[in-house]
């Protein structure tokens, strides 16, 4: 494509959106296959209601090659996700500088994995692709 960014959009419908929602018996798991080769571009999550359990309860977000383990991923962001943040609070998660990582070749999956015990844990990810 001549003219074209890589990362900077070049047509209003050129987005594409993963979304995501969760509940409690949530488990570390892919939760998105890529038909085509995109770029991650930002994700932002939400809880609505926020875990009960009494230690931390946070996802993290990991590039995923067909064959791989979500947890032997890529991680695609600092810090992680917090599901005990505040209710209708959305949490933009800083993305990782490296644009390897957050290219997904057709066939790589987007996973996250649990840490901790989700509970009563309800909320929605919302993950934004381009197409490359």
């Known amino acids: 494509m001549t003219g074209r960014v890589l990362g900077a959009c070049t047509a209003h419908n050129s987005a594409k959106f993963i ?12 939760f998105f296959t890529a038909p085509f080769a995109c770029l991650i571009t930002d994700i932002v999550a939400r809880p609505r209601v926020a875990g009960s359990d009494g230690s931390a309860v946070s996802l993290s977000f990991y590039n995923v090659p067909s064959g791989v383990a979500v947890a032997s991923g890529a991680l695609l962001h600092s810090g992680s996700y917090n599901m005990k943040g505040t209710a209708d609070t959305n949490q933009v998660l800083t993305l990782v500088t490296d644009p390897d990582v957050l290219r997904l070749d057709a066939g790589d999956s987007i996973g996250f994995v649990v840490t901790g015990t989700a509970t009563a844990a309800i909320g929605v990810i919302t993950i934004a692709l381009e197409p490359i």
């Open 19 to 30: 979304v995501h929602d969760y509940i409690g018996t949530v488990v570390t798991q892919a």
